[in-house]
């Protein structure tokens, strides 16, 4: 194995274009907490104020151990997910490569993967999708969409006569684990985080993850706390009531501060006495407000106070080697039409603008080609939203459910959507996959909420989403009851036997988009003679459903115009006026035929009017080039 995975890794050098300090062998060179069995604490790496290590954890939900036979009513770690990976690799080496891309900021390899028939062309030759999961760590559901599509076409390859010909006509990359750092700690402690575990002054105190979550009762999971208000100090602020629809007094309802009759906190203690509690935990970089696309400093990095910032954003764009491997990724395959980099929570389909509406900055073309994407998504997923962050994701509950005032657009930066379409003309996804467990609307109000997810909860999943509530001894705070949803595996993921529908319809959504990539196909070349001269005739086609470049896409040029070259031997075409063979027309000295951008299902000719002089055939090389829609060569022979 050790021997085909060095091979593999000088194979990727070339073929795909990456650095050497990148594309290394991704066999592990050192054993990660996660790993090490004999540890009983999960070490995180980086200087911090706060501790570096926690006790380590296993959830029932979670698979650990990879197994001889792949299920998806699991959850899985990127080790078992990396193991299928390369059991893959092995497996089907004439329609994938398995490479590194990136080391994470713990050092960890990023794999991903290349799902295309070799013996049909390179895999940089034709019209190509990306789609990506664990960016932010904890969202594990993610990660799983894009693992159960890549075993779905591989499976299916030879099976499905649609997969067939989407892998050999089209490029697809996957890439499971964007953030494994991140996921790893948080399926093997009770830790969580936004994106990256690296040391992050979140607070604005001038110390780093020196607040964490603690499991003050040793069950493993960080839950909620509510301490009942009882100074006078303690009144003022309260702003939790037990909410009336619930009958067993368990859930909790956000009020005004002041109206309430308790405090709400997540599990653990004041680490640093400011009267915070975990505000500062392990990491709080945000690896999707980290793109280069209308990204804005972090909260504190504005001189004026009065402009707009971001949290979350990093020391500056793409600070982060998880984002950057993404997008210099990207960059270098132009040919990539489409994308989707998954999250949770919210089910939805979510695209640009993200800081604008689609109608203010969107041209007509692409904004119709997303709308009816919009409506595919949710017609495959059931997703209640599909629509732009600025507008859709920001209203979608109508109204400040703690107010009453209603929602109002409202801006992200530095997001991937932005990214996806403004910079890379790119028809890109952000979707968010699971919805908190609120499967129907219970009581009829309009609104999926908590209440929704509660009477779910022990109607259709035996209660196992929400901890009672317990009576605990709070070094600082007194008594308080610890308890709630459980975080991990009912409100950001769902239950283990709830995940393979959502990812596959999640996934059939993605794979429709794929088999939409456009596709230029040569239909006829004809040639005609006249003396010694030849006219060739080019028809061609882009039989794909996209066309090979959005609007913004030449507007940002990512993409070059089709192109059509007809090449002949080098020793034929020397001379000049004195040549053997002599391309008359075009007339310039260039003599590739520039065609503009061909939409879905457009028919385009070009001709070509060669002199030959000799009476013996010649052969030459047709070569229809698009960024997009893909590469074509066909040998002709003019006589």
Known sequence: MKKYLLLLTGFSLFA????????????????????????????????????????????????????????????????????????????????????????????????????????TGKHTDKPAAYFEGGRHGGEVTASEAVFWLSNHLLE????????????????????????????????????????????YDVDGDGLYDEDPEEDLNGDGVIHMMRKKAVTDEEKETANFIIDPKDPKGRLMKRVLDGKGDYLMYSE?????????YNEDGIGGLDLHRNYPENWRPENRGDATGRGYTQFGAGEYPLS?????????????????SVV???????????????????????????????????????????????????????????????????????????????????????VWYGDELWNNGAMKDYDGDGVYDDYDAIRWDDEENQSRGFKAWEKFDHPQLGEVEIGGFHPKFFSQNGPPWQLEGWIRKQSLFNLAMAMDLPQIEIKDVKVIKAGNEHVVTVTWINSGNLPVALEQAKRVKIVKEDRLMLEFDKDLTKGHENAIVQITSPDLYDKTIFAGYTESG???????????????????????????????????TLK
Not at 62 to 72: H, I, N, P, R, S
Not at 170 to 176: E, N, Q, S
Not at 322 to 331: F, I, K
Not at 604 to 624: G, H, S, Y
Request: charged share 25%; proline share 6%; aromatic share 14%.
């Open 16 to 119: 795909y274009g990456i650095s050497v300090a990148q594309e290394i062998s991704y066999v592990d060179r050192k054993k990660w907490p996660e790993q090490d069995e004999k540890a009983k604490f999960y070490t995180i790496s980086g200087e911090r104020h706060g501790q570096s290590f926690f006790k380590k954890h296993q959830f029932p939900e979670v698979q650990y151990e990879a197994g001889e036979k792949l299920t998806f009513d699991i959850y899985h770690t990127p080790d078992v997910m990396y193991h299928w990976y390369r059991l893959w690799a092995e497996k089907y080496p004439d329609i994938t490569e398995l490479y590194e891309v990136a080391k994470s900021f713990e050092g960890r390899p990023i794999l991903q993967m290349t799902i295309t028939n070799k013996k």
């Open 156 to 199: 299916n390859y030879g099976k499905d006569p649609k997969i067939t010909q989407l892998i050999d006509t089209k490029t697809i990359y996957v890439r499971p684990q964007n953030n494994p750092d991140g996921t790893n700690m948080y399926l093997f402690s009770e830790q969580r985080n936004r994106s990256t575990v690296r040391p």
């Open 268 to 276: 653990g203690i004041d680490n640093d006495g400011d009267g915070k």
């Open 320 to 336: 982060e080697i998880e984002t950057r491997s993404t997008v210099l990724w990207l960059l270098s395959h132009p040919n990539i």
């Open 340 to 426: 989707n980099s998954l999250d949770t929570r919210v089910p939805m389909h979510l695209r640009p603008p993200s800081t604008s509406s689609s109608e203010e900055s969107m041209f007509l073309k692409d904004r119709l080609i997303y709308e009816y994407y919009d409506s595919l998504g949710m017609t495959i997923t059931g997703y209640p939203w599909a629509g732009d962050v600025y507008e859709t994701y920001s209203t979608r509950g109508k109204v400040n459910r703690l107010t009453g005032d209603p929602l109002k657009p409202n801006p992200l930066f530095g997001h991937g959507p932005d990214f996806g379409y403004f910079y890379y003309g790119a």
């Open 602 to 636: 457009e028919t385009k000719e070009a001709i070509f009017r060669v002199k030959v002089n000799q009476k013996d055939p010649v052969k030459a090389t047709l070569k229809l080039l698009s960024t997009r829609g893909g590469y074509v060569e066909r040998e002709i």
